[in-house]
């Protein structure tokens, strides 16, 4: 069973650009929430990330975390994805 993962983002953010590079390069699929366009959605991660706007943050099974600045051995190890 595939795991649910969302992916609150900005348009202008290059971390965000790039951590939605990874996923897709990595074949994973994920749901996109613009926090730009969703109150709820920044009200969400400013709640998950102690007050802070911190973009992307993801969200996977219950758990989140954040990827700001973009880090892909972070990525790799909290969405547990094998090095290639």
Same mark, same amino acid.
């Given at each position: 069973?595939?795991? @649910?993962?969302?992916?609150? *983002?900005?348009?202008?953010?290059? #971390?965000?650009?790039?951590? @939605?590079?990874f996923l897709t390069r990595h074949g994973l699929d994920f749901e996109e929430i613009n926090i730009e366009e969703a109150p709820d959605a920044? =009200?969400? /991660?400013? $709640?998950?990330?102690?007050?802070?706007?911190?973009?992307? *943050?993801? &969200?996977? &099974?219950?758990? *989140?975390?954040?990827? $700001?600045?973009? #880090?892909? *051995?972070?990525?790799?190890? &909290?969405? &547990? /994805?094998? /090095? =290639?």
């Amino acid at each position: 069973m595939a795991r @649910k993962l969302r992916v609150y *983002t900005t348009r202008w953010c290059p #971390d965000c650009w790039r951590a @939605k590079q990874f996923l897709t390069r990595h074949g994973l699929d994920f749901e996109e929430i613009n926090i730009e366009e969703a109150p709820d959605a920044a =009200e969400f /991660i400013m $709640s998950v990330n102690g007050g802070r706007r911190r973009v992307p *943050t993801f &969200e996977m &099974e219950g758990r *989140t975390f954040n990827c $700001s600045p973009f #880090d892909p *051995t972070l990525l790799r190890r &909290e969405l &547990e /994805i094998a /090095i =290639e």
